[in-house]
């Protein structure tokens, strides 16, 4: 049973930072690409990044490019996600995904999905 589990989320302040973790467990994820997606109240869920199995791509969404870095440890089947100059439309329920093949779009969908974690930025 493959199972993506969120840590990492909290409250922070404007302008701090915050590490999200996803642990992988249940199979092998060779050819996986890894993102996170993030849905906040009333909005849809929406694209945040993404990195290749290899860990040598990355690609984000304009809207946190600059301050948000993936990055993952194969060996651990772990994906962080670093954020950084945090702010309060950063709030939402971020989740880890895992897709064969990777992403071609930003669209949410994914081969599987973990539960969310809450960031809250204060202002």
């Known amino acids: 049973q493959v199972q993506l589990v969120e840590s990492g989320g909290g409250l922070v302040q404007a302008g701090g930072s915050l590490r999200l973790s996803c642990a992988a467990s249940?199979?092998?994820?060779?050819?996986?690409?890894m993102g996170w997606f993030r849905q906040a109240p009333g909005k849809e869920r929406e694209f945040v990044g993404t990195?290749?199995?290899?860990?040598?791509?990355?690609y984000y969404a304009d809207s946190v490019k600059g301050r948000f870095t993936i990055s993952r440890d194969k060996a651990k089947n772990m994906v962080y996600l670093q954020m950084n100059s945090l702010k309060p439309e950063d709030t939402a329920l971020y989740y880890c995904?895992?897709?064969?093949?990777?992403?071609?779009?930003?669209?949410?969908?994914?081969?599987?999905w973990g539960r969310g974690t809450q960031v809250t930025v204060s202002s």
């Open positions: 990195i290749t199995w290899t860990g040598y791509s990355t």
């Open positions: 995904a895992a897709k064969r093949g990777g992403w071609a779009t930003m669209s949410p969908e994914s081969d599987y």
């Open positions: 249940g199979r092998t994820f060779g050819s996986y690409a």
